[in-house]
Nanobody, 123 residues
Framework: QVRMVESGGRLVQAGGSLRLSCAAS????????MGWFRQAPGKQREAVGV???????NYADSVKGRFTISRLNVKNTVYLQMNSLKPEDTAVYYC?????????????????WGQGTQVTVSS
């Protein structure tokens, strides 16, 4: 069982930056692929990016070059650095975990989820 808690979401102006954190429990954190997802009102949950257990990353085209995922295994934490934010980035952001190492972007393939943190970007 892995429990995760996201933090760092807030209201920010367009062009600004935020760093989201996701703190996970469990001694096997380093073996998990971690994904960041987001869901805007009336839209499906979509993958923002993934970091594998080995530290490799992959991003959605809509955030490539603006967002960066990293992980610090000694702290059981994964981060999402978001720069040059746009109003269309407004959503609830979730972190999720799955066993193994893969660039999986299907949310149904993830076993554990945090409660989400709201990011609102004003124009």
């Amino acid at each position: 069982q892995v429990r995760m808690v996201e933090s760092g979401g807030r209201l920010v102006q367009a062009g600004g930056s935020l760093r989201l954190s996701c703190a996970a429990s469990g001694r096997t954190f380093r073996s998990y692929t971690m994904g960041w997802f987001r869901q805007a009102p009336g839209k499906q949950r979509e993958a923002v990016g993934v970091i594998t257990s080995g530290g490799s990353t992959n991003y959605a085209d809509s955030v490539k070059g603006r967002f960066t995922i990293s992980r610090l295994n000694v702290k059981n934490t994964v981060y999402l650095q978001m720069n040059s934010l746009k109003p269309e980035d407004t959503a609830v952001y979730y972190c999720a975990a799955r066993s193994g190492s893969s660039f999986q972007t299907n949310p149904y393939e993830y076993d554990y989820w945090g409660q989400g943190t709201q990011v609102t970007v004003s124009s």
